[in-house]
């Protein structure tokens, strides 16, 4: 039995193995038959990819080709479109030139028509005119005809009221001449009468006079407008300035209004016109043998050049009274010259703004006639004014010279003082008499507060001579507004050259010109009290002399006051008054208040 099982479990293994054998056989085909089955799908998929691509690509093509043929219809129709719609604007262009040319025929037309009909209507007018004159001649030559029938009747009548007629005639005759004569000589006695009164007048008003003016704000990117208020119209002397903040014992930020007054103040709506009104009269001093200076002063941009310069300014005006009153004063036997200069103070040195730098300057050299008052500037053109519009050519020129001598020509005018000289002379051939008088018309250099500290070189020198010629200038109307026998004239080139416009009967007007900027304040402020301190100090002296000489008008104590002997100052006086104003100007301080 075991032999048996043996046997049975080793044919098992055996039937075992073979059939292991055999799944393995079957395992192999299978997986070669797999193998084959995967090449062949994949030759298969290669091949369709193949025919699919090469189908599209035919595809393609054909459509590619279907398009460029289009494409060549289409663009060949553009073309033929393109042609026609040329062909049409062309006639069009041609129809519209056509009718253009038909518009201008018919605007000649109307123009020569309208012409004609002007013609016509200045024809009729003319005729009309001579209708007119002829039936005014017609009338006359009736009335002349009925006077010379009465004259022949009367001539036909009676000899003897002929001849007592011609007598009454002639004595009539002679009664009129010597009438007019007698008005002649009166009317001549009368204007050197009222050149007497009219100077005086002049001083009573005061010899030297400060008067302010405000400009506009010109447009609104200028920036903030300052607090600026006239609170007088009557009087229209004052002006407010609210002044910049400050701190109040107390903590508080404030800002004070300061108060100012002057001769007259000038709003920003007074035009040109108005504020010449005001300083005609002085014209009219120099016109009768008086020397006259009006200055400018300000900062840069505040408005002297426009006072002054401009195509309607004092110089141009002041021109035009001269000539229309010189041609009134002829009938009371006047006749006057009117000479021109101008020149400018820059760096302590004199220039002649009416000599162009391609002539080569000269040196100018200032000579004062101490007998006549009256000062020359030796080298300096001097133009004959003897038409109106000369004087705008003159102050062309000046402007030219002034632009070829310096490249920022703004710049340098407002750190020059320019002035313009006129010269009067007036002669009248019945009386003798013989007067000579100078206008001086002064646009100063820019009163800013110039700080020496971060200048250099010439800006330095520029800034040191500004601030020595301003602070001459307040010297010597300080000087003479305390009546002291020395004024210190030859102290710049400035008060030097208008010595004589500034002392004795001579007439200052000083006009402090503001801005109404607040970025401006402060520089407003410091010109305000720099003019409140020369008016200060000529108001103080006048009052002096009304109290201590009660009796005595005011003329002449004026008069008495500046032909007193020099008194001697020690020099440290001297100093110490240039300081103050030296310390005003740059402080905007004034020692009053
Ligand atoms: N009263 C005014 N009315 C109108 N414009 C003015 C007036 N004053 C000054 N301007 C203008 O203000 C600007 C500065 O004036 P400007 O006369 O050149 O100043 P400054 O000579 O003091 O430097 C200019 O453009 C000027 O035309
Ligand atoms: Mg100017």
């Known amino acids: 039995m075991q032999k048996q099982a043996l046997s049975l479990t080793l044919a098992l293994e055996t039937e075992q193995r073979n059939r292991k054998y055999e799944l393995e056989d079957k395992l192999r085909d299978h997986r070669h038959e797999v193998d084959e089955l995967r090449r062949e799908f994949k030759d298969e998929t290669d091949r369709l990819q193949r025919t699919q691509r090469e189908a599209l690509e035919a595809l393609e093509r054909h459509c590619r080709a279907e398009l460029e043929d289009e494409r060549v219809q289409k663009s060949k129709e553009l073309q033929e479109l393109r042609a026609r719609l040329g062909t049409e604007q062309q006639d069009l262009n041609i129809a519209l030139l056509g009718k253009e040319r038909e518009i201008q025929d018919m605007r000649s037309q109307l123009e020569s028509l309208k012409s004609d009909l002007d013609r016509e209507q200045t024809i009729k007018g003319n005729l009309q005119k001579q209708i007119a004159e002829v039936s005014t001649t017609a009338m006359t030559l009736e009335d002349r005809n009925r006077a010379l029938r009465a004259q022949i009747d009367f001539l036909e009548s009676d000899s003897k009221a002929q001849s007592d007629s011609f007598a009454n005639m002639e004595a009539r005759l002679q009664d009129a001449l010597r009438a007019a004569e007698e008005a002649k000589q009166k009317l001549i006695k009368e204007e050197t009468e009222r050149r007497v009164l009219f100077n005086k007048y002049q001083e009573l008003k005061g010899n030297i006079r400060v008067m302010c003016r405000v400009r506009p704000v010109l447009d609104s990117s200028e920036g903030e407008e300052a607090k600026l208020s006239f609170p007088d119209t009557k009087t229209s002397a004052q002006l407010d300035v609210t002044g910049p903040e400050e701190r109040s014992s107390l903590g508080n930020t404030i800002r004070k209004v300061i108060p100012f007054e002057f001769d007259r103040v000038f709003t920003p709506a007074v035009n040109n016109e108005d504020v010449f009104g005001e300083i005609s009269q002085l014209v009219q001093s120099a016109l009768d043998g008086y020397n006259v200076c009006i200055f400018c002063y300000g900062q840069t941009g505040s408005g002297k050049t426009f006072t002054m310069s401009s195509a309607d300014g004092m110089i141009p005006r002041a021109t035009h009274m001269i000539y229309e009153t010189i041609t009134k004063l002829k009938e009371k036997s006047w006749t006057y010259t009117m000479e021109g200069s ?34 020359t500037v030796l080298n300096c053109k001097a133009v004959a004014l003897d038409s109106a519009d000369k004087v705008e050519l003159m102050l062309r020129q000046a402007q030219n010279n002034r632009s070829v001598a310096a490249t920022k020509a703004n710049e340098r005018s407002s750190r020059s003082h320019s002035i313009f000289i006129l010269k009067l002379i007036g002669e009248n051939s019945a009386t003798n008499e013989r007067c000579e008088g100078t206008l001086n018309l002064v646009d100063l250099a820019g009163s800013e507060r110039l700080k020496h500290s971060g200048a250099e070189g010439d800006r ?20 003479l507004g305390r009546g002291s026998g020395h004024v210190p004239y030859r102290n710049s080139k400035l008060t ?43 108001l103080r002296f006048l009052l002096e002399l009304m109290l201590t ?33 030296t310390s005003m100007r740059g402080r905007g301080q004034c020692c009053c208040c």
């Not at 020595?468 to 109307?477: T, Y």
């Not at 407003?524 to 003019?531: D, E, M, N, Q």
């Not at 002997?565 to 104003?581: F, G, I, K, L």
Request: glycine letters at 4%; hydrophobic letters at 35%.
């Open 342 to 375: 101008f020149v400018e103070v820059y760096n302590e040195e004199l220039h002649d703004l009416l000599t162009p730098a391609s002539e080569g300057k000269k040196k100018l050299e200032i000579r004062h006639d101490d007998a006549r008052k009256q000062t």
């Open 460 to 479: 330095m020198k520029e800034t040191q001579n500004i601030n020595k010629s301003l602070s001459c200038l307040g010297d010597v109307i300080e000087a």
């Open 496 to 538: 030097h050259l208008l010595q004589y416009s500034l002392g004795g009967n001579s007439k200052t007007l000083m006009f402090v010109m503001v801005s109404p900027l607040e970025a401006h304040l402060k520089e407003t402020i410091t010109s305000l009290r720099f003019a409140t301190k020369v008016r200060i100090i000529l």
């Open 549 to 581: 000489h009660g009796r005595c008008t005011i003329r002449t104590l004026v008069r008495r006051s500046l032909r007193r002997r020099p008194r001697r100052e020690s020099a440290t006086a001297d100093v110490v008054r240039r300081r103050r104003w």
